[in-house]
């Protein structure tokens, strides 16, 4: 998937434009942080590349097909299920034998250092370790476009680390990562930034 973003400036009801003149080109394979300090627009910016919203000016051109997965502030899983299902379920999804989904599961769990806890529930997870889960999850169903709000905000400073230890795990050829974060180490796993606070009104 290629995405093109040009002139974009977005406002809603009550507020004034949160940013404006923001153009980039986002490719396969790319990993890119938005930063920028609370209320400037990050989530926002989010939901515009995901298609759901629109500007207020500009446009955004998607070149290709693809799934689009989030990765949400707070972590969702199903609490009953183990840890080894929520990432395998995906990956059966996309037409994987139960054999190659069991292997690539194991393989993504030891990556996102998951392993120790592939049979446990998600429910008995740390805060860590379930967002760990999530991202793994997000990254089994091979999305063209990967949007991730603020993976480390909930997390203390040692936890945060070990979810900024894992994010390169989720840089693929075929995908775009979008992080947004104001946690700089989060941003520094990405090759690139775009910092809302320079396009700010
Ligand atoms: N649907 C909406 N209607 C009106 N205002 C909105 C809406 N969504 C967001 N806003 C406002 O737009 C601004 C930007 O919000 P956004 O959630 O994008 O910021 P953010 O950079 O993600 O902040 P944080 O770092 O706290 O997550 C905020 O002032 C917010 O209140
Ligand atoms: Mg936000």
């Given at each position: ?12 009801q ?59 502030q ?7 299920r ?106 520094s ?13």
């Amino acid at each position: 998937m290629r995405l093109v973003a040009s002139g974009l400036a977005h406002r809603f009801q009550g507020t004034g434009n949160l940013f404006e003149n923001l153009s980039f080109t986002l490719e396969s394979g790319e990993m890119v942080a938005i930063t920028g300090p609370s209320g400037c627009g990050k989530s926002t910016l989010l939901s515009l590349l995901a298609g759901w919203e629109s500007p207020t000016e500009g446009e955004i051109t998607r070149e290709g097909e693809g799934k689009i997965s989030w990765v949400f502030q707070n972590p969702l899983g199903s609490p009953k299920r183990s840890v080894i299902d929520h990432v395998s379920l995906p990956i059966l999804a996309g037409g994987a034998s139960r054999r190659e989904a069991e292997k690539l599961s194991y393989q993504l769990l030891e990556r996102f250092d998951l392993s120790q806890q592939a049979t446990q529930p998600y429910a008995t997870l740390s805060g860590g370790q379930a967002t760990r889960l999530m991202l793994a999850r997000a990254f089994a169903a091979q999305p063209a476009l990967l949007l991730v709000d603020e993976p480390t905000a909930q997390l203390d400073t040692h936890t945060a680390a070990s979810v900024n230890a894992v994010l390169g795990e989720l840089a693929s050829t075929n995908t775009i990562v979008v992080i947004a974060t104001h946690d700089p180490d989060t941003a520094s796993s990405a090759q690139r930034v775009i910092n809302l606070k320079e396009f700010a009104k």
